[in-house]
């Protein structure tokens, strides 16, 4: 069987075919039972899902004739991304004009030094006329790659708005960006849901979409969890590959058996009380209820035993207050779990520690809750500039967890008024708009807020919410009201435009409100990053045995002269040999020959060594080696078992399309742990972009080290579409300055600039350096014909930056240059709306006009 291939063309990627029109790949011979294949290059001109549209005729032959008969098309969705890494800043305003959050400091708090960090100076200001907040929305880094900015924020009616919406729509995976091969880690699918439902349902919000879905979530997320529970009934982080753990086992009972109260779920009640039983057999003789293996959360045992096992037997209290199982005697174990609480309380300084003791405490209602909670709250800081009240238990993730179990003790113990300030900083330390830092922290402050918001559901609310930007002060959207009908509703804004300015926000009336702002943006590589582990990549290409075309195949099937609605030009015909060996053959008077498209030994597998140490004290806990995959290869399965049998800190592998997660037991800080992997090719691209390695403690993600790895300069696998020598290479381009621009006479480059441009400089290129994906210019200020947004003098070095795809400017160190364009934002970029031109040395005819041009310059 014959059929011809074509491809669509469109304004979104280059290829060899226009916009809207049909081109020919080639003609396909399709064996029976057999398949085919043939390599499409395109160029993809924007980030984001781009469409592509394949359409197929077959060919029959009838009496020696070849006809067109019938024929398919598909569509497929090809996600680009930008280069490098992403980042992201994403932080949460309350909008409380009335102050109802905001309780004030208290005796026992200590005062903040200075201001808790945060991605985005603002100000906050309450008046008789509701709530001012001026958010300065500056630009990201410099560096960031073009065209992956983004910047958006959100506004809801509700604490827990972006929670519910995101759970009950079944949108979590999009929001924690964590791996989650383990047990404690796939919980973070399953707990937000329980506490979401809970939450709903007790405040008259559930609907039957919503409860459904809920129900549908809960379900899945048990029966998965079921993969992490051992023979002897307690779970594990990898099932039987590991001892139980009995703080895992007390998380997965805790959400277990709240979700148990849900008429839609079904949780094996015999299971939950084997499980529950596990942990009380291994309560000590004073009380106590240790973890009796290596545990997972090591702040949980924190430096001192006798303090690690207090915290422990909190937690596991805690669980045994809410699973209630026929023919266990948990009682029993909860009075003496208590006992042993309420006579160490007292010895504990770790604000995590006391934070959890007072929890359990007020929930198995001891007559020392309020004196374990007076502890507590004596070492509370309050932020006075962000109404917050927070404890410095020793890192982002366990400040949240702590400040979640103590704003759990406070709405138990009835102190609302002092838990305001503590839901206003777990709301401003949510990433995303739901999650947190790590999975514990997240499941605590979510079941917290929870909490506080259905205890103080009964607040009245009608909000009234103005927007207006110093940037654009033109922009006034229409005045947002927000009810109880609509607080749900999380509405998105697009911001983009206001960066490098304030955002104001007015906010009147009664209730309290959610503003969230979220930056992304990319960055092309993080050399100069501070981070807690060494980390090194040393890659080595295996090359085929033969040369070929990178593309070969369609250069063989492929007539890119076919276009729909016209005719097939026709090709040449064959040459004779010639009777004159000295004469060339096939040469037409005015053409040049066509050079050759070069042969290339093509690399058929990448051998990746990765090297990392950790460079604080001691080892770190669980921790994730994030490598990325490039472009046309996957693991090779050899290697992947080879590492399995030779990395004793490896505790599992997991593949995604683009990359490979690695679990570790720790990463140790006395030496290298090294991972030898190796990605063999399973399809051919044009160029392939350097990935990402990310190395992080899993509790503290923030801190995470990266590098990327790649194709060194001058590999086959960077050489690209443009080596084919087809349009493709010239569309690629569009997004670039052009090639040695014509500059005509001085009037029209004068015109020109002043109509185009906002900044005109004479520049001499200092230092070039090559970051993967982006090449980044040093250049000295040696004239200024025009300022532009940002004020220049003269010896100033400014940095302008190029991707590394485009082919133009090639600025060579040393050499001077006439440089325009647009300085919008915080850089300086060589892109289409750039013009670079040769400062020639020697005197010519452009040196004189580009010195006239300086010198009569005037808009």
């Not at 075919?17 to 294949?37: E, P, Q």
């Not at 989650?180 to 007790?202: H, K, S």
């Not at 607080?487 to 906010?507: C, M, P, T, W």
């Not at 900044?759 to 070039?768: A, C």
Request: net charge positive; aromatic share 8%; with cysteine.
């Amino acid at each position: 069987m014959k059929a011809k291939v074509y491809i669509r063309g469109d304004k979104d990627f280059c290829s060899i075919a226009t916009d809207r029109k049909l081109a020919l790949i080639g003609l396909l011979t399709v064996k029976s039972n057999d398949a085919s294949s043939v390599a499409i290059p395109i160029v993809p001109k924007r980030i984001g899902e781009i469409e592509i549209q394949i359409e197929s005729i077959l060919i029959m032959t009838l009496d020696g004739a070849s006809l067109n008969t019938e024929g398919d098309a598909t569509r497929r969705k090809l996600l680009v991304v930008p280069e490098g890494v992403e980042h992201r800043k994403s932080q949460s305003f309350i909008l409380d004009p009335n102050g109802n959050l905001n309780d004030g400091p208290k005796d026992g708090d200590v005062k903040a030094n200075k201001p808790t960090a945060a991605p985005f100076q603002s100000k906050t200001q309450l008046g008789p006329n509701g709530q001012l907040d001026s958010i300065d929305l500056k630009f990201p880094d410099k560096k960031a790659i073009p065209g992956s900015l983004a910047a958006v924020i959100y506004l809801t009616g509700n604490l827990l708005g972006p929670v519910v919406n995101t759970t009950i729509d079944g949108g979590l995976e999009k929001f924690f960006r964590q791996p989650t091969g383990c047990g404690e880690q796939n919980m973070i699918y399953l707990a937000p849901n329980v506490y979401v439902l809970t939450y709903l349902r007790n405040t008259n919000q559930l609907s039957g979409a919503n409860e459904e879905n809920a129900y549908r979530f809960i379900q899945s997320g048990y029966q998965r969890e079921l993969n992490y529970r051992r023979s002897d009934k307690s779970f594990s982080a990898f099932g039987e590959r590991r001892p139980g753990s009995t703080w895992l086992t007390a998380f997965v009972m805790r959400v277990f058996c709240q979700a148990q109260q849900f008429a839609g779920v079904n949780i094996d009640e015999n299971l939950v009380c084997e499980s529950v039983s596990w942990l009380i057999q291994n309560q000590r003789g004073d009380g106590a209820l240790p973890e009796i293996h290596a545990v997972i959360h090591k702040e949980m045992v924190g430096g001192a035993y006798t303090e690690g096992d207090v915290a422990m037997t909190a937690f596991v209290l805690s669980t045994l207050a809410e699973c209630k199982c026929k023919g266990v005697n948990s009682e029993a174990s909860i009075l003496r779990a208590t006992d042993y609480l309420e006579k160490q309380y007292k010895t504990l300084n770790r604000p995590y520690s006391m934070a959890l003791t007072a929890y359990a405490l007020s929930l198995v209602n001891s007559k020392e809750k309020l004196n374990a909670n007076d502890r507590l709250v004596q070492s509370a800081i309050y932020d006075n500039d962000k109404k917050s009240r927070y404890w410095n238990a020793g890192g982002n993730a366990l400040n949240v967890e702590t400040a979640g179990y103590a704003l759990l003790t406070q709405v138990i113990l009835g102190r609302t008024g002092y838990a305001g300030p503590i839901v206003t900083y777990l709301t401003n330390q949510r990433q995303g708009g739901v999650g947190f830092v790590s999975t514990q922290d997240t499941v605590v402050a979510l079941q917290a807020l929870a909490l506080y918001s259905e205890n103080t559901a009964g607040n009245a609310l009608d909000l009234r919410v103005k927007l207006t930007s110093e940037v654009e002060v033109d922009w006034k959207p229409p005045e947002i009201h927000i009810t109880p009908d609509n607080a749900l509703l999380r509405r998105e804004i697009d911001v983009k435009n206001f960066l490098g300015g304030k955002l104001f926000v007015e906010s009147r009336g009664t209730g309290v409100g959610l503003l969230e702002v979220e930056v992304r943006y990319n960055l092309p590589s993080s050399r100069g990053e501070i981070c807690k582990f060494h980390l090194n990549t040393t890659v080595r290409e295996i090359k085929e045995d033969k040369a070929g075309d990178l593309f070969g195949p369609v250069q063989d099937q492929a007539d890119p002269q076919e276009q729909e609605g016209g005719q097939k030009k026709k090709s040449r015909k064959g040459c004779k040999k010639p009777k004159n060996k000295n004469k060339k053959r096939c040469q037409k008077k005015g053409k040049k020959d066509k050079k050759p498209i070069p042969k290339h030994q093509p690399v058929k597998s990448i051998h990746l060594k990765v090297c990392t140490r950790y460079k604080g004290k001691g080892d770190t806990g669980m921790s994730i080696m994030d490598i990325g995959i490039l472009t046309g290869f996957v693991p090779d399965k050899e290697s992947l078992k080879k590492l399995e049998e030779t990395l004793p800190e490896l505790d599992k592998l997991e593949i995604s399309d683009s990359s490979l997660v690695v679990y570790l037991s720790e990463i140790p800080s006395d030496r290298d742990l090294c991972v030898n992997v190796q990605f063999d090719r399973e399809y051919y691209v044009g160029v392939v972009q350097a990935v990402p390695v990310n190395v992080y403690d899993y509790y503290e993600p923030d801190q995470s080290c990266s590098k990327f790895y790649g194709p060194d300069k001058y590999s086959p696998l960077k050489l690209g579409v443009c080596e084919m020598g087809s349009s493709s290479c010239k569309c690629s381009q569009d997004q670039c300055a052009q090639q040695n621009p014509p500059i005509g006479d001085v009037d029209k480059l004068i015109k020109s600039a002043c109509r185009k441009y906002n900044y005109v400089i004479k520049g001499k290129v200092l230092l070039i350096d090559e970051e993967n994906t982006m090449v980044s210019y040093v250049v000295e200020v040696v004239q200024i014909i025009q300022q532009g947004n940002k004020d220049l003098k003269i010896k100033q070095q400014i940095e302008l930056m190029k991707r590394g795809s485009c082919q133009s400017p090639d600025l060579k160190e040393g050499m001077e240059y006439l440089l325009m364009g647009l300085d919008k934002t915080d850089k300086y970029e060589l892109d289409k709306n750039s013009f670079v031109k040769l400062w020639p040395k020697k005197r010519d005819g452009n040196k004189d006009i580009l010195e006239d041009f300086a010198q009569n310059y005037a808009c």
